[in-house]
Every structure is written in structure tokens, then in C-alpha cells.
């Protein structure tokens, strides 16, 4: 299929090939665990209780003034 003399080299088939995969998953690790780190203290807790009344509020307020607005010009008298 291949030729033996392709210029094509596969980093899995490098000697040193764990090394820079375990650098990577080190990286990507320490990203997730941050990020891990920084949800749950936004979303567990009492914290996360309050910020999800103050999401749902702001939600609440947007739809109720987008509908107030539109329903102002699609109803009203000329």
C-alpha cells in the first residue's frame, strides 16, 4: 500500500513518543483541573445557588422585556 520510502513519520513510531504525549496530557490536565476547580466553586454551594437565582432572574427579565417590547409594536393601535 505504502511505500517503504515515503517521508511520512508517525509520532507514535518515534522512540521519544511518550515523553510528548505525556507532555501534552500534562497540559490539557492542568487546563481541565483549573476549569474543573472554577465551576465547581461557581456551581456547587451556596454561591452556586445564588449565582443560578441571579441566571434565572436575568433570563426572566430579558424574555419579559424583549415580550413587552415586541408585543408594544405588534399591537399597537394606529
Same mark, same amino acid.
Given at each position: =500500500?505504502e511505500? !517503504? +520510502?515515503?517521508?511520512?513519520? /508517525?509520532s #507514535?513510531?518515534?522512540?521519544?513518543s511518550?515523553?510528548e504525549?505525556?507532555v501534552?496530557a =500534562?497540559?490539557? !490536565? +492542568?487546563?481541565?483541573?483549573? /476549569?474543573? #476547580?472554577?465551576?465547581q466553586?461557581?456551581?456547587?454551594?451556596?454561591?452556586?445557588?445564588? =449565582?443560578?437565582?441571579?441566571?434565572?432572574?436575568?433570563?426572566?427579565?430579558?424574555?419579559?422585556?424583549l415580550?413587552?417590547?415586541?408585543?408594544?409594536?405588534?399591537h399597537?393601535?394606529?
Open positions: =500500500m511505500s !517503504s +520510502e515515503s517521508g511520512v513519520q /508517525y #507514535r513510531w518515534k522512540d521519544n511518550q515523553e504525549v505525556s501534552v =500534562m497540559s490539557n !490536565s +492542568e487546563e481541565s483541573s483549573s /476549569y474543573k #476547580r472554577f465551576c466553586k461557581l456551581c456547587t454551594g451556596k454561591l452556586g445557588i445564588i =449565582m443560578k437565582i441571579v441566571g434565572g432572574l436575568a433570563l426572566f427579565w430579558s424574555v419579559f422585556s415580550g413587552y417590547i415586541t408585543g408594544y409594536y405588534v399597537k393601535c394606529k
